[in-house]
């Protein structure tokens, strides 16, 4: 996690086979999955960045990428940084453990 003035960043990398030009536009729609290019099935249901999107966005932020083929991805999400005040604290709901 990365202090990026005033927000908070998140990042995730691999050094897979990186997002071809072709699948950046889509690859937040749902039911999306980037063709292998080495054509290994991988399960999925191409809801996962999907799902992330919006709940990143009704948090206030924002998801991206960076890639590069040949040499992998960095997924990120950035969120506001927000100060709780102590009534925030005395007023959010108790969790209990089971």
């Known amino acids: ?3 990026c ?6 990042c995730v990398e691999d050094h897979g ?3 071809p030009e072709s699948a950046h536009k889509t690859l937040f729609d749902s039911f999306f999955q980037v063709e292998d290019v080495q054509e290994q099935s991988r399960p999925g249901t191409g809801l ?4 992330s999107k919006k709940i990143i966005q009704r948090h206030g932020g924002r998801i991206a ?18 100060s709780a005040s102590q009534e925030d604290i005395d007023d959010a709901p108790q969790s209990a453990v089971a």
């Open 5 to 10: 003035a005033g927000a908070w960043r998140v």
């Open 17 to 19: 086979p990186g997002i």
């Open 1 to 3: 996690m990365q202090d």
């Open 48 to 51: 996962g960045l999907t799902i």
């Open 65 to 82: 990428f960076e890639t590069e083929l040949g040499k992998g991805s960095v997924f990120y999400f950035e969120l506001a940084k927000h």
